[in-house]
């Protein structure tokens, strides 16, 4: 199974800031990478697939770019409602695998 | 718009079987665009994929679980469903349903979860 190793694992910020979250996959995906948004209590929620394609509706400050093995998930200005878990998923082959998560909470 | 929902019973005893259903709405189960999937969630931990199947019951399983999960679908209803057979604690996990899009692949729509403890 392709493993998908994200990184930070967590992370402080303040609204307003610059995000990056990446995630490497343990082989080369293409662009069959997909990243997820997570607010506690709440489901997963589309943010980005085929590596870079914003989900409709996904507001544009969201972006996403890679290819291979790394990719990356940056948030241009953080807003308030941007706290939550962040998931990358490589869509690839099965079996599907997630990476770990990325925690970013409020500095 | 898709929406999913899951449906099944909150708690399991060990060693019994598990069992969900998925009833889609806003559109139907037998579109050649999808693909239908359940993910699981540990409490406090990450997503863990478990399941596709597609509306002609072509299915694809997560091998650390694939001789105790079935994934079927039922066409006349609507509804995809999971069976976890002879569950542990270690099964204990909010389940969600996911529609599964097609070229490219991605989940993008979810139901909103139902939290299933094995205890006993």
């Known amino acids: 199974a392709i493993q998908m190793t994200q990184s930070p694992s967590s992370l402080s910020a303040s609204v307003g800031d610059r995000v990056t979250i990446t995630c490497r996959a343990s082989?080369?995906?293409?662009?069959?990478l997909g990243w997820y948004q997570q607010k506690p209590g709440k489901a997963p929620k589309l943010l980005i697939y085929?590596?870079?394609t914003l989900q409709s509706g996904v507001p544009s400050r969201f972006s996403g770019s890679g290819s291979g093995t790394d990719f990356t998930l940056t948030i241009s200005s953080l807003q308030p409602e941007d706290f939550a878990t962040y998931y990358c998923?490589?869509?690839?082959?099965?079996?599907?695998?997630f990476g770990g998560g990325t925690k970013v909470e409020i500095k | 718009q898709l929406q999913l929902q899951e449906s099944g019973p909150g708690l399991v005893k060990p060693s019994e079987t598990l069992s969900l259903t998925c009833t889609v709405s806003g559109g139907s189960i037998s579109s050649s665009n999808y693909h239908w999937g359940w993910i699981r969630q540990p409490p406090g931990k990450g997503l863990e994929w478990i399941a596709n199947i597609f509306y002609s019951g072509s299915t694809y399983y997560n091998p650390s679980l694939k001789s105790l999960v079935t994934i079927s679908v039922d066409t006349s209803k609507n509804q995809f469903s999971l069976k976890v057979s002879s569950v542990t604690a270690a099964d204990t996990a909010v389940y969600y349903c996911?529609?599964?899009?097609?070229?490219?692949?991605?989940?993008?729509?979810w139901g909103q979860g139902i939290l299933v403890t094995v205890s006993s």
């Open positions: 082989q080369g995906i293409r662009n069959d």
């Open positions: 996911a529609s599964r899009g097609l070229r490219p692949e991605r989940f993008d729509y």
């Open positions: 085929a590596a870079s």
């Open positions: 998923l490589q869509d690839y082959n099965y079996p599907l695998t």
